[in-house]
């Protein structure tokens, strides 16, 4: 076991070192930051057989390009339909494969999808602040952007050939478009026609989308009155509207509060598929009720760790796999010699 | 004061006390805000992962594979019931400022607007009696009710960009010291040397919310000695 040493010969913008986020201090005016899709990144982790919550490469639309100087490391790419190339095949997201000295890996934009994970067999050198590696972009406190030209380092990097192939991609997440939110904190602030404006609408995702929220396009959401709220707590999905009656849905990085009413918020499982979206995307609000979404959260958190238990069980390596063929072979030979 | 349970998606609920700023209702938040953290802290049967205290409300968030806002919200009410006549602890904080024009970027519009002297101003803020009521928008800002009518400005019509770190800053009747270079509208009268991000693991932040803050005058050279940083820079 040694370090693995990855020159990054391009990184785009946005391009960030992410673990599973910094809760505990939103009183303090810290989001949680961590990844934007929640699912994908655990799934990158999974795939290796890593710890739950190790610090992965959150990769924008930007892209990145790394060469492996020194070392081997066995890395997965999980999030949208990225594309990928690896020494010179190509592929998509959803993969493990190991990267060895003088190999390039590029993750670049695909065919849907705004952000992927590069996880890495190892211990990526991170900055922490407040114990984590979690980048808030506003500030750059945490692990920080990745940027063009630096070097990433994982220590204790390991080759396991065991877990190379494709990660199978988590089947229970709802891709129809529709968010289902719960009305509120402040959907009272709102004129009626504002409220049936917002479930009956398409609305768009517009390219102001960053890790601190998306500003959405379509039928403007007038307010009750010009009255300025006092400053409320914002958490990650709050879907803030401007005194234009403008929406936006606030992401990882979002301000911890604000004096724009807030009409709904979207629920924690949304918001890994919201991410996935591009600008002119369109998605729906649909209501629910408090009740039924702590039960879709509740199934949710179940389908997640059934998910993830499965896609952490290693697939074994081809020597391993050409073993037990022939060990079935054998099987089936000496039934025909019988 | 009876207080307004709101659910918020599938892992918060809003408790909001009033629809107005006051002491009454800050003194309200801060005491609910420290019983929560007493109780949480034994055994968490609430499954509460995060407490917000803001100007009017308190926002908590929750693990709903532990618990639901039902359930959540007659736990809090009872608990409202029990403690909101005891008295909270807070603390008293000093915090130095540099009121030199290097740093004072607006103090001449703050003058002119409340027709007085630029020492009026500054003896003005210095005299007031703050209090830490929430912190907001980035990492460390906390917002401090207590800037005297006399001197309050509204907000400008468009933020202004990359305004320093430490500007001590202010807005009708609010006053924050910022912790990292950001645009602002609020109108920019000095520069604190003190630190509110501490990098320290056990105590990441200065204040907490209900503390007395008040403010220390200091001159352009201490604020030096003690910033280790010159003006602009």
Redesign the interface.
Known sequence: MSDARLAVQFAGALVTLQDSGR????????AASGPMDRVAFAAANAALGNPSGTTAVEISLGGVILECKSGAVTVAVAGGEFSVEHAGSKTSSWTVLTLAQGERLSVRVGRSGSWAYLAFAGDIVANKW??HTAT?S??G?GGGAVVTDQELVVEQAEVRAEREGQIEQPGFLSHNGRMR??M??QDNWFRAEAITAFKNNRYCLTDSYDRMGVRLQGEHLPLDSALS?????I?R??VQVSGEGVPTILLADH????GYPKIA?????DTNVLVQLRSRDEIEFEAIT??A??D???KF?QDLSDYLAKVSVPRGNLQQRLMQENLISGVVNSIDGC | MEPRF???????L?V?FS???NDEVHAVIVAFDQAIAQCSSLDNPLGI???????????V?FD??VT???QLETALRKLLNNTVQHNAKTHKRTVQVCYDESFAFDMDAVAKACNLTHEAVINTHLAGNYKVL??????????MGGVDKSIQVPRKTAAVRDIPAGSVIIAGGQCLITT?K?PTGWSIIGRSPTQVLLDD?DR??LFD?GDEVTFERIDLKTYEELSGSKPNE
């Open positions: 809760v505990g201090h939103l009183r303090y005016g810290v407040l114990g808030h506003t500030s406190f939110v719960v509120g904190p709220i006092p400053s409320e707590p958490v999905g709050s301000q911890t509060t604000g918020t979207v629920i924690s499982a408090p009740l979404a702590i879709i959260v509740r958190s | 709101t659910p918020v998606a599938d892992f918060a809003l909001t629809d107005e700023i992962i995060e407490v917000v205290p803001a100007l009017v409300n308190v926002m968030t709903p594979v639901d806002h039902a929430m912190y907001g928008f980035v990492p460390g800002y906390a917002y990292l950001m693991p990441p932040f919310v």
